[in-house]
């Protein structure tokens, strides 16, 4: 089937409320951020990163190095079902192809000169990098990143939790209208909308094999 058709064909057996939101979502995802989470440990913070991008209407999350296995879906509260997780162990090959998919490496540092990610103005797409609780990012990522944001501290703490730091810098990285506004493309749009509608009806295969029985008979 070509992309879109199994949207297409399940459609008509969802709610009305819920076919709408699910073509609402899929026209405000981003390709904007790409968020990239290296060697993170913890399934807690992995699990909330995942529910804020989502909402935040970001898509792809890359994990490289080491990572949780589990998500804890109390706090995920389903995310995962609907962005795309892509694992690539390899850091250097990671690098390579989102530069190559036109992003910039960006660096997140709890102290350092780095740009407050609510002031980046530039319209370049970036590949946001967070690193585990313990270490933040390798040394490796640092010296291969193309920029480096910082939340700016007032108090005596100087880091925050990663998965607040992930939900601060998307929040705040998505008021650039070129990151906030920059589609997904049409193929990619009906892909997730065919992958969607698969995960909205329960019966969802039942009714496309019924449907191509039926379509076989006539031809």
């Known amino acids: 089937m070509r992309k879109g058709s199994i949207f297409s064909i399940l459609s ?4 009305k409320e819920r076919r709408d939101r699910l073509v609402n979502v899929v026209e405000n995802r981003t390709e904007g951020i790409a968020l990239v989470l290296e060697n993170l440990h913890d399934s807690h913070n992995l699990s909330a990163i995942l529910r804020s991008a989502e909402a935040f209407g970001v898509q792809y999350i890359y994990l490289t190095g080491k990572y949780p296995e589990d998500i804890n879906k109390a706090i995920s509260i389903g995310s995962e079902k609907w962005i795309t997780i892509i694992i690539e162990p390899h850091l250097k090959k990671l690098i390579k192809k989102l530069k190559d998919d036109g992003y910039l490496i960006g660096a997140t540092l709890p102290s350092s000169s780095g740009i407050d990610p609510r002031n980046y103005k530039a ?95 006539k031809g």
């Open 12 to 15: 008509p057996f969802m709610e």
């Open 123 to 217: 319209k370049n797409k970036i590949a946001l990098f967070l690193g585990n609780e313990h270490q933040g990012l390798s040394k490796e990522l640092i010296e291969s990143a193309d920029l480096f944001f910082t939340i700016k501290h007032s108090g005596f703490v100087k880091s925050l939790n990663v998965s607040v730091t992930a939900a601060i810098c998307l929040y705040s990285l998505l008021k650039n209208r070129f990151l906030k506004n920059c589609p997904l493309s049409t193929t990619r749009k009906n892909s997730l909308l065919d992958e969607w509608a698969l995960k909205s009806l329960p019966n969802a295969e039942k009714i496309l094999n019924e449907i191509k029985k039926r379509r076989k008979s």
